[in-house]
Nanobody, 122 residues
């Protein structure tokens, strides 16, 4: 099992940046692909970005390509989401999740954090 705790959310103006972190417990972090997801009020949870176990493969939702960057540090058991050029439509609760394989499918992920709120003001 792995337990995940997100941090780094907050309130930022449009055009600004935030970096989210997701700290994982357990010694098997490097065996998991990691994903970031978000859920806005009244909307379904959606995939944002994912990274493979070793960090060599990444995938992004079209809506964040070129603005967000996912990375991981297996020595620190942490995955990051650098978010630049933020827009009001990026406002959501952001979740990190772990899975045995890199996928964009929400239901595939086995372990989830509690989420961190990101609010982008116009």
């Amino acid at each position: 099992q792995v337990q995940l705790v997100e941090s780094g959310g907050g309130l930022v103006q449009a055009g600004g940046s935030l970096r989210l972190s997701c700290a994982a417990s357990g010694r098997t972090f490097s065996s998991y692909a990691m994903g970031w997801f978000r859920q806005a009020p009244g909307k379904e949870r959606e995939f944002v970005a994912g990274i493979s176990q070793g960090g060599g493969n990444t995938v992004y939702a079209d809506s964040v390509k070129g603005r967000f960057t996912i990375s991981r540090d297996n020595a620190k058991n942490t995955v990051y989401l650098q978010m630049n050029s933020l827009k009001p439509e990026d406002t959501a609760v952001y979740y990190c999740a772990a899975d045995s394989m890199l996928t964009t499918r929400v239901r595939s992920y086995d372990y989830w954090g509690q989420g961190t709120q990101v609010t982008v003001s116009s």
